[in-house]
């Protein structure tokens, strides 16, 4: 349960690594969709073979016939879907944005209760520790 808590952390923490890692991101990001084309192309393949056998075999037509009624029937799905999307997309932008404006108020408030409450020798060990911190992540940028 400690992740879902603090997922937001984990989301940004990321973010920075892919920043200053930014040749090791690009490339593990090409790699994976790359890889997920490939695997969602020989889907797409398979699934409109699958249709044009059965539209073959049912309706007794040759094989340009059938591959005219498989077009049509992947075009009208596509439409299908694509109106889906066009009626979901306002909600789930909307979700997204709630969810980030409810992150960025709860670490807000955590943050700055747990700076109200520490002593002034403790905000100066904090405030060197993340100066070091900053410090030496700036060698690993440059």
Do not use: C
Not at 78 to 96: D, E, N, Q, T, V
């Amino acid at each position: 349960m400690r992740i879902k808590e603090n997922l937001d952390l984990l989301i940004v923490a990321l973010s920075t690594l892919a920043i200053i890692f930014y040749d090791v991101t690009l490339h593990f990001v090409l790699e994976l969709m790359h890889t997920l084309f490939e695997i969602a192309h020989i889907l797409f393949e398979w699934f409109e073979l699958g249709i044009e056998h059965t539209v073959e075999h049912l309706f007794h037509t040759s094989r340009h016939g059938s591959q005219l009624v498989t077009f049509y029937i992947l075009m009208t799905m596509l439409a299908g879907i694509m109106y889906l999307l066009w009626r979901l997309f306002p909600r789930i932008l909307k979700s997204i944005r709630q969810r980030t404006l409810d992150a960025w108020v709860k670490r807000k408030t955590q943050i700055t209760l747990y700076w109200h409450y520490q002593s002034l020798p403790r905000k100066l060990v904090l405030a060197a520790t993340i100066m070091g911190v900053a410090y030496l992540a700036s060698f690993f940028v440059m």
